[in-house]
C-alpha cells in the first residue's frame, strides 16, 4: 500500500508541476504581447520608434492591421421625381403597409 501511495503522491506532483509550468509560460507570453503592443502604439502615436527586434514574431501568426479609413462615401443624385418616389416608398414602409 505504501508504493501505491507514493506512486500516486509522485504522479500528482509531476502533473501539477507541468501545470504550474503551463500556466507561467502562458502568462508569461500574454505579458509579452501587451508590452509589444503598448510599444506598437506609442510608436504609431508619434513617440520614439521601437527597436527593430521588438517586432519578431518567432514564427507565431499574426493578423494584419486593419485600415485606419474606411471606403470613399459613394452618392448618387436623384431627379425631383425619385426623390418623391423615394418619399413615397419610406411613407408605406414606415406605415406597415
Do not use: N
Amino acid at each position: 500500500m505504501a508504493e501505491h501511495e507514493t506512486l500516486s503522491r509522485t504522479t500528482g506532483a509531476t502533473v501539477l508541476t507541468l501545470v504550474v509550468v503551463a500556466c507561467a509560460a502562458g502568462l508569461a507570453d500574454a505579458l509579452r504581447r501587451r508590452v509589444r503592443l503598448r510599444r506598437r502604439a506609442r510608436h504609431h502615436a508619434g513617440a520614439a520608434p521601437v527597436p527593430a527586434h521588438a517586432h519578431t514574431h518567432h514564427g507565431s501568426p499574426t493578423i494584419p492591421r486593419q485600415r485606419a479609413t474606411g471606403p470613399s462615401a459613394e452618392t448618387v443624385r436623384l431627379t425631383e421625381a425619385e426623390r418623391d418616389a423615394f418619399a413615397v416608398l419610406v411613407r408605406r414602409l414606415s406605415e406597415g403597409d
